[in-house]
């Protein structure tokens, strides 16, 4: 006779699954970062750090074009005070200037096997006890993404509402990341 499941080990473990990290580690040091790129810079002055250029840099070269990732920007705005977006022309310029190395495992002409998953992210508690008092219901920010199960690479992210549910992305991120592999193999 099998021995008895542990179910919430089991369930913590298929919630990991789905767990997206993302580092905000650049929001710590963000002013701190600036003011060492502008220190005696002549010129108009740079207003992003570039280790959150880095990171637009590395979800471009996996995921989105220019002008989503503009939106994927905008949809981090709501949460993280004092961002502002930057348009994808400035994305694109400071991209263009730095060096961003891709995954040398990620095979462009062979098929893939999928999985696809979605997580919240809900990035401060600012206010936590007037919402709970009031029963104010703040949302906050949902992640689809698939991913290659033998390589671990993301192949397609959307970023939407709470509201938003997964079937209705699911034929998106396959869309996607069919398009990232052609785009990929294309170079």
Not at 47 to 63: Q, W
Not at 164 to 169: K, Y
């Given at each position: 006779m099998a021995s008895p499941r542990n179910w919430r080990?089991?369930?913590d473990a298929l919630v990991k699954r789905g767990s997206v990290l993302l580092d905000m580690g650049f929001l710590a040091n963000w002013s701190k970062e600036l003011n060492a790129m502008n220190e005696?810079?002549?010129g108009a002055r740079f207003?992003?750090?570039?280790?959150?250029?880095?990171?637009?840099?590395?979800?471009?070269?996996?995921?989105l074009p220019y002008r989503q990732l503009e939106g994927f920007v905008r949809a981090l705005i709501?949460?993280?005070?004092?961002?502002?977006?930057?348009?994808?022309?400035?994305?694109?310029?400071?991209?263009?200037?730095m060096r961003v190395e891709l995954d040398p495992s990620v095979?462009?002409?062979r098929d893939i096997t999928i999985a696809v998953d979605s997580s919240g992210i809900k990035v401060s508690n600012r206010g936590e006890w007037i919402r709970q008092r009031?029963?104010?219901r703040r949302g906050f920010i949902k992640v689809h993404i698939a991913v290659?199960?033998?390589?671990?690479?993301?192949?397609?992210?959307e970023v939407t509402k709470e509201d938003?549910?997964?079937?209705?992305?699911l034929r998106h991120l396959v869309d996607g990341a069919s398009f990232h592999r052609m785009h990929v193999s294309r170079g």
């Open positions: 080990e089991y369930n005696g810079k002549e207003r992003y750090p570039a280790s959150f250029i880095r990171l637009l840099a590395v979800v471009h070269a996996y995921l709501p949460h993280i005070d004092g961002l502002r977006a930057p348009d994808y022309t400035t994305i694109c310029w400071r991209v263009s200037r095979e462009p002409g009031w029963r104010v290659d199960v033998k390589t671990k690479q993301i192949l397609s992210m938003v549910p997964d079937g209705r992305m």
